[in-house]
């Protein structure tokens, strides 16, 4: 890892300064998708990020409780650092807090050689994989979160806002009634993370926005910055925005939902296929194909949470089973209508606690295989898709999805080991703190009867 050029910094500060910002945010995605960072003075950047930032490298081990838990080189080897660098054509105003950017930070370890654990450097690993192939994966994110406000009557002190029923597609003003989602969706643009609809989904305070298309890298960056930007903006009007998976028993689950095409080096979709009986190409059915047979694997990044398995089920419009379809939203992999330029599958597997770095990697790392083998891709879905005698099923537990990402050896290879390693320890250790949890379904259950 090379020093920044001093001048490359201090023409970025003077920039900066220009326009009003004296404090830059270098922030980056922990394990589970949470952006950590520093805040840094413009007034002595050139000195302060020259040389990099220096984190606990037990960041990537810190849980949503605040605990710490044992991964490899972490606690065990005295909590040495990782360092940050930061990335500065990724500096962004943030138009809802004057005279704070935010910078995307690169991760490194002290040595000098990227991070393996890095969620970012593991979707750059399988986006050089790609390159290799002279294909460009282009990435558009769709993202569903719910918002909530606060309640009196409610047991967390927290209720979904706007309640009202079968509000998907409303009237923005019907499911937003304080302008809050209107007033969000503006600073987003302004922010530059290339938003181009929103609408109130199925369930009362829960919305979906979507992003334009992009190379991965850049996609996975705005969906990052978008999940923590939505976050920040219902804070500023007094609510809560979740991105987990399935907050209530008695609502739908939230997803996160990827249109993934891809061009060659000349800017030609790879996935069209006028010829071929559905209109997409041999390598279109291979990644298809891939995603397919690394869907367990893949699970465990795309619904990385205990939550995330209670999302899934038959009637939920959540994928069920591995399988694909034409244009059939009951399908793991969709195929929308279009074609030439607008090609490409649309993976549904995801829920929205998915960390966006992890599931765009994981995503292109099944494709990628998928190509890499040539694997041969099945007949598509007829009919509604959750007819168990049809396909095999999903892994229905995060500790089943766990298991199918050890065992997928050459999606720990793209992955990288020795990320998959601390992935799979994290994880785990959220496993057993649950197992450990006394729950109010158990309290509810057993104390009178019992």
Request: hydrophobic residues 40%; negative net charge; proline residues 6%.
């Amino acid at each position: 890892m090379e020093h920044l050029d001093p001048e490359e910094l201090a023409r970025k500060a003077e920039e900066l300064a220009a326009q009003g910002i004296d404090v830059v945010r270098l922030g980056y995605s922990d394990i589970i998708g949470t952006d950590r960072g520093r805040d840094l003075l413009v007034s002595g950047f050139e000195r302060t990020a020259g040389g990099g930032v220096a984190f606990c490298r037990s960041v990537y081990a810190t849980t949503p409780m605040g605990d710490v838990v044992p991964i490899e080189g972490g606690l065990e080897a005295g909590l040495p650092d990782i360092i940050a660098r930061p990335v500065l054509e990724t500096t962004r105003a943030l138009p809802w807090e004057p005279g704070v950017a935010h910078c995307i930070g690169e991760l490194f370890n002290a040595d000098g050689s990227p991070s393996e654990e890095s969620p970012r450097n593991v979707l750059k690993r399988v986006a050089a994989a790609f390159a290799e192939l002279d294909i460009t994966p282009m990435i558009g994110p769709e993202l569903e979160f719910y918002v909530l406000e606060k309640s009196e009557t409610s047991e967390n002190g927290w209720a979904p806002y706007g309640q009202a029923p079968g509000n998907v597609y409303v009237s923005g003003l019907r499911g937003d009634p304080d302008n809050s989602l209107l007033d969000s969706l503006r600073n987003l643009e302004k922010y530059g993370l290339d938003v181009v609809a929103a609408n109130h989904e199925f369930s009362s305070g829960q919305f979906e926005i979507n992003m334009w298309h992009s190379d991965a890298l850049d996609a996975a960056d705005r969906s990052h910055r978008f999940k923590a930007a939505v976050q920040e903006l219902s804070r500023y009007h007094d609510k809560l925005a979740t991105f987990m998976a399935k907050p209530y028993n008695d609502e739908g689950g939230s997803g996160f939902h990827l249109h993934f095409s891809a061009l060659d080096s000349d800017g030609t979709p790879v996935f069209d296929g006028p010829n071929s009986k559905d209109g997409l190409s041999d390598l279109a059915h291979h990644a298809i194909a891939g995603i397919l047979a690394h869907a367990p694997a893949l699970a465990a990044l795309s619904n990385p949470t205990i939550n995330s398995y209670k999302r899934f089920g038959p009637d939920t419009l959540a994928p069920w089973l591995i399988d694909w379809g034409l244009d059939n939203r009951s399908a793991m992999v969709r195929i929308p209508p279009e074609r030439g330029k607008a090609s490409r599958l649309e993976l549904r597997l995801g829920d929205a606690s998915a960390n966006p770095y992890l599931a765009i990697g994981g995503m292109m790392a099944a494709a990628y295989l998928g190509v890499r083998d040539k694997l041969e891709l099945q007949d598509p879905l007829e009919g509604y898709g959750y007819d168990v005698s049809k396909a095999d099923m999903l892994p229905t537990s995060l500790g089943e999805a766990l298991d199918a990402l050890e065992a997928d050896e050459a999606m720990v290879d793209l992955l990288g080991p020795a990320f998959t390693k601390t992935f799979v320890a994290y994880k785990r250790n959220e496993i057993e703190r649950f197992n450990a949890f006394i729950t109010d379904w158990e309290f509810r259950e057993y104390t009178y009867h019992l």
